[in-house]
């Protein structure tokens, strides 16, 4: 599968303020997909992303995949306690599995 | 209402013993998923597989059996040849279709040695 490096690892942000977690690999991916644990929970998919360049929002979401599909990054607006959790990024070079990044771990402090 | 369901919730084994993990999924998936995470970690695929009859490991394939006899059922055994086992495991389903398709997820299942 297709080796990727999500950083950061952790994230504590103050509610309300801006978080982004980013996700880089040294070859070209085909697609990425990203999913949201929440503490205890099981992962669940958030969004696809499969062409160069590509933005795609979800109310406070925003998810972008590089010009070069090297790399992807997902930020959120004006964070709430709701978003506490897990963001993984995972990468696909073939259609039948993916490669998930380690994850950043984001913590919203009331 | 459909799903995956893993059981149990949580495990434990007793060193060189082997136990099974259920999953099941009604959502008429032809692709099945193992992962395993560990703290702070990401996943790591372990074995799946895209039809009835048929399966391929995955990264961290050792240590670990699967079977798909059924399209509904994907259990995954921990063999005692898998010196730590303690882990979360996850089961994962995808739909058939062109491209890319979103992974589903099962509850998982906690799994600790004694």
């Known amino acids: 599968g297709q080796q990727v490096m999500q950083i950061p690892q952790y994230q504590h942000v103050q509610e309300g303020e801006d978080f982004t977690t980013y996700c880089n690999s040294s070859t070209t991916l085909s697609n990425i997909q990203w999913y949201k644990q929440r503490p205890g929970g099981h992962p669940v998919f958030l969004i696809q992303?499969?062409?160069?360049?590509e933005v795609k929002k979800q109310k406070r979401l925003t998810f972008q995949f590089g010009e070069a599909k090297k790399n992807s990054s997902l930020h959120i607006t004006a964070t709430q306690t709701t978003d506490v959790g897990t963001y993984f990024c995972a990468p696909s070079g073939s259609a039948r599995q993916l490669t998930f990044g380690s994850g950043t771990q984001l913590t919203v402090l009331p | 209402d459909g799903g995956i369901t893993q059981s149990p919730k949580y495990l434990f084994r007793k060193e060189g013993q082997n136990v099974t993990l259920s999953c099941e999924q009604n959502?008429?998936?032809?692709?099945m998923y193992w992962y395993r995470q560990d703290p702070g970690q990401g996943l790591r695929l372990i074995y799946y597989?895209?039809?009835?009859?048929?399966?391929q490991k995955g990264d961290i394939a050792e240590g670990y059996s699967v079977s798909r006899e059924k399209k509904e059922s994907f259990p995954l055994t921990v063999t005692s040849a898998q010196k730590n086992p303690t882990a979360f495991y996850l089961c994962a389903s995808k739909p058939p279709g062109v491209g890319n398709q979103p992974q589903h997820f099962g509850d998982g299942t906690r799994l600790s040695i004694l």
């Open positions: 597989s895209q039809i009835v009859n048929d399966f």
């Open positions: 959502l008429n998936h032809d692709a």
């Open positions: 992303l499969v062409k160069s360049g």
